[in-house]
């Protein structure tokens, strides 16, 4: 049996001065406590209290690398040595977007941010700028960043809300503090529903400035699009003049080197790319056309930020994407190919012991869940899945060795090994006998 005493004698210390006891909320939900981290190398990581994983938590997805990367760290060092922020302009703010629009499909310029919150706030002002209209229509399920003007909670408090065709009741705040009108720009719409996008894009264009999507629905079940629904997105939205957004925060540098965009074809107006991007430095970044992008260039749109493009984000983000150019983006390949195999080694473990379950897979990313449904392909069948359950399973995957989140939601990084995949395998089997 693990122990966990230092990781909870460690909260009760932290709560005496930082608030919550945890730098994120939603960190405070891992069960039988939350935990503090020793050392991590690789895929694996150590908590204070000695107990050793495979980790596919990956902090929330940026460790796409995995952990203390030797290539990432050397970069990151070599930077720090230069000087870590000036305030004046640097090389590697040149390097990176020109990197950046090498490989993003949809990138003729960029603008570089701390976080996937921020860059959202610098779309959604250069859609408004644009478009010269204020509405924003974003979808259930869906999250973008913590910021008042489009945040509904998360894990989303929209979940309970009955899908809007835009004339629909206030949308309520997502948390105490948010005021009661900051998203009364917002028009909140089910994912996935040609039809119901159509009536409203047709029906309010004069007003909507924006639609904001996940490309792939990967906050709410790793939920892929139907086929055509983001072409439809595409072709609606440049007729009605209304910028189209994909939120690639997770996807960017996850699902290809040229995110979700760049994997299934489609080119929206702008693209916020974070988390992968720096490879676990904070970094993000809104891609996009140049005719809006120019907004900046302007300065009609105003982009700020005292450690935006600071060196050691920088030298994160080239290393990050510099590892995963390598030989043509030989490692997604990898990811993909040892995801699919315990994604597949799981679906046969639910069977062999009975258990009613889904895993949807992307690439090196997916979503496993307790469910009586065949398939998870909306919302609301999502929102219909054991929660309990799971957060009772991953739990027990500590137990096993293996570091999950505790909402579903699987990473994995170049750094994984067939090894981890068996271990793993042999660990669900194990933790399936108790579930
Ligand atoms: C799709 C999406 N957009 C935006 C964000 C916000 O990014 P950050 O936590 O870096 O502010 C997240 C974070 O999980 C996300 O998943």
Known sequence: MNTY???????????????????????????PTPLYAESAK?????????????????????????????????????????????????????????????????????????SGTEAVMLALRLSRAFTGKTKIV????????????????????????????????????????????????????????????????????????AVITEPVMCNSGCIQPLPGYLEQMRKLTEELHIVMIMDEVITGFRLSLGGAHGRFGILPDLVIIGKA??????????????????????????????????????????????????????VYNQMEELFVELAEGIRLLLGKHRIPGIVNQIGPVFHMMFTDALEVNDFDTFNKRDSAKYTHFAELMLEEGVLLRPNGLWYISTAHQKSDIEATLHAIDRALIHL
């Not at 999250?143 to 809007?164: C, L, R, V």
């Not at 105490?176 to 996935?192: R, V």
């Open 5 to 31: 005493e230092m990781s909870i004698s460690r909260l009760q210390a932290a709560k005496e001065h930082l608030a919550g006891g945890v730098a994120s909320s939603l960190r405070a939900s891992m069960k």
């Open 42 to 114: 690789g895929a694996h990581i150590r908590d204070v209290d000695g107990n050793e994983y495979i980790d596919y938590l990956l902090a929330y997805g940026p460790l796409i690398l995995g952990h203390a990367h030797d290539g990432l760290t050397e970069n990151v060092i070599q930077a720090m040595r230069n000087g870590y922020t000036f305030g004046l302009q640097h090389d590697g703010e040149i390097k990176l977007a020109n990197l950046l629009a090498e490989v993003l499909p949809c990138a003729e310029k960029v603008a570089l941010s701390g």
């Open 138 to 209: 974003r979808f259930h399920g869906h999250y973008h960043g913590w910021s008042d003007s489009i945040f509904t909670s998360f894990p989303s408090s929209d979940m309970s809300q009955k899908a809007s065709t835009g004339e629909a009741a206030k949308i309520p705040p997502g948390t105490f503090g948010q005021s009661e009108n900051s998203l009364e720009d917002i028009i909140i719409l089910p994912w996935n529903d040609p039809k119901a996008l159509e009536e409203t894009l047709r029906k309010h264009c004069h007003e909507i400035a």
């Open 277 to 330: 991007m720096g490879g676990g430095i904070a970094i993000s970044a809104v891609a996009g056309k140049a005719e809006i992008m120019k907004l900046v260039d302007d300065g009609k749109v105003s982009h700020l930020g005292t450690l935006n493009g600071n060196c050691v984000s920088t030298a994160a983000a080239i290393a990050t994407i510099t590892q995963l150019s390598a030989n043509n983006g030989a």
